[in-house]
């Protein structure tokens, strides 16, 4: 395993995500994570993906394209995720926050609508289901997204919810902080 976030993250994914899983990846960016889901979850499985950016949507079709791989990738917001499937169903849900790889530096993730995408995606959980998220900070981003996020994580019922957040104490440069949450 690669001793990064990536790799921590990804590493959860091949674990959790069985043959047949619906996953949501709430930021599809270049598509690396829509295509690990969609390579985990197989053809009988179902992968929605998201991102604001035009671009981002195109990449991540172009890389499924290139791949072979299919998922429904949707330019909206994660924020408006529960529009797009029911209550209590999805198997996994993956948020890689910050901005667009080689993209407009100044378009990134916010506290004002991560924090909704992620109370949205906790009610699109099913039983068992597992949430990860790759929180960014510094930067352009600055620290306010980080803080919020956070903060709320840690109003989150713990009857409801096991989370878990991780940091690299003794790494530079705000490395980002890998967060895993299963529901109960
Ligand atoms: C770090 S990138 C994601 C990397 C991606 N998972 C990959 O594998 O390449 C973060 C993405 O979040 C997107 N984003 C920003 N705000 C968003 C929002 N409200 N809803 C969905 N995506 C958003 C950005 O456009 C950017 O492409």
Not at 91 to 115: E, M
Request: aromatic letters at 8%.
């Amino acid at each position: 395993m690669q001793r990064n976030t990536l790799g921590l993250v990804h590493t959860f994914l091949e674990r959790h995500v069985k043959p047949g899983a619906f996953c949501i990846d709430a930021t599809a960016g270049r598509g690396r994570d829509t295509a690990l889901l969609c390579q985990l979850a197989g053809r009988k499985g179902r992968v929605l993906a998201f991102d604001v950016q035009p671009e981002a949507v195109a990449q991540t079709r172009a890389l499924l394209a290139k791949e072979g791989l299919e998922a429904e990738v949707v330019l909206d917001s994660h924020s408006h995720m529960a529009d797009y499937a029911d209550k209590g169903t999805a198997d996994c849900i993956v948020f890689n926050f910050g901005r667009l790889p080689g993209g407009d530096p100044k378009i990134f993730t916010t506290a004002k609508t991560s924090i909704p995408a992620i109370d949205a995606g906790l009610t699109l959980l099913a039983p068992s289901g597992v949430m990860c998220l790759a929180l960014y900070y510094g930067g352009e981003n600055g620290y306010e997204e980080k803080n919020a996020v956070l903060s709320h994580l840690k109003s989150i019922n713990d009857r409801a919810f096991t989370v878990l957040s991780c940091d690299w104490l003794n790494r530079p440069n705000d490395p980002p902080m890998p967060i895993f949450i299963w529901k109960e």
